[in-house]
Structure formats: structure tokens, C-alpha cells
């Protein structure tokens, strides 16, 4: 049958966050619980960069003394922490972890560490290549 909609409460920073990854780059994709509770906790988004794929999990920016953030200068308690639904989720993940950001800048490091990634991995390539490659830089 048909799935039914979920209302899911997004961060008010990931409509930001979300444009600084496309500037960059990146395509993404707004993850959503179905409802159902083998998907409960599921990380906000998912992000492809270069061929490599990562899982965002949105968290609001942190205030000194580590609350958060929220619309209309509310806070809330701890520093953001998952959720259970969110900790049981990614504890039966057996992909990559997702990793937490709470701001553009946060999320376009993890562009960067893909791009450092990369890197490391092209000069591997150069340095393991066979030496009948004639001209080829090393």
C-alpha cells in the first residue's frame, strides 16, 4: 500500500546548509522517516560529492555554554544531542556514520575532506603506477 506522510520537523539551518553543499558541488537529498519504526532516527541528508556518499544529520548551532539555537531565541538542553530514535538508528547502521553539522561551514569541511580523500588517493595511484608508462610525471 501507499505510504502515509510523515510530518517531519526539519532545523531551521538546513535550507542553508542544504545551498552551500549544491554551491559546492554536491547533490543532496532530504532524508525523511517513512513512519515506520525500522527507519525512525534516519539522518537528515543524504549528500553525493565526487562519487563518494555521505549522511548528514543536521543539529542547530551551538550557543556559549553548549545549547542550542532556536527560532525566536529559545533553547534547548544538552548540546544537541541525537535523539534515541537517532542513536538507535545509527547504532544497527552498517554503512558509513553519519556525521553532525550545525553549520555551512561544518558541512562544506566535509567537502573538503572528501577532496583531501581523493587527492591522497589520485598521488597513490601515480606513485604505484608500472613503470612502462614512459612519460607519465611521478
Known amino acids: ?10 532545523d531551521a539551518n538546513e535550507a542553508e546548509i542544504v545551498a552551500a553543499l549544491v554551491a559546492a558541488g554536491a547533490s543532496v537529498t532530504r532524508l525523511a522517516p517513512s513512519g515506520r519504526s525500522d527507519d525512525a532516527g534516519v539522518p537528515d541528508l543524504l549528500v553525493g560529492y565526487k562519487a563518494v556518499t ?32 537517532q542513536a538507535a538508528w545509527w547504532a544497527k547502521w552498517h554503512g ?21 580523500m581523493m ?11 608500472p613503470a612502462d ?6
Do not use: F, H, M, Y
Open 1 to 10: 500500500g501507499g505510504g502515509e506522510a510523515v510530518n517531519v520537523k526539519r
Open 54 to 85: 555521505l549522511l548528514l544529520e543536521i543539529k542547530l548551532p551551538l550557543r556559549k555554554g553548549g545549547t542550542e539555537r532556536r527560532k525566536g531565541g529559545g533553547q534547548t538542553g544538552g548540546a544537541g544531542a541525537l535523539t534515541a530514535a
Open 96 to 116: 558509513a556514520p553519519a556525521i553532525v553539522v550545525r553549520t555551512e561551514l561544518e558541512a562544506l569541511a566535509q567537502l573538503e575532506r572528501v577532496d583531501r
Open 119 to 129: 587527492a591522497s588517493w589520485a598521488r597513490s595511484q601515480v606513485r604505484s603506477a
Open 133 to 138: 608508462l614512459g612519460d607519465v610525471p611521478r
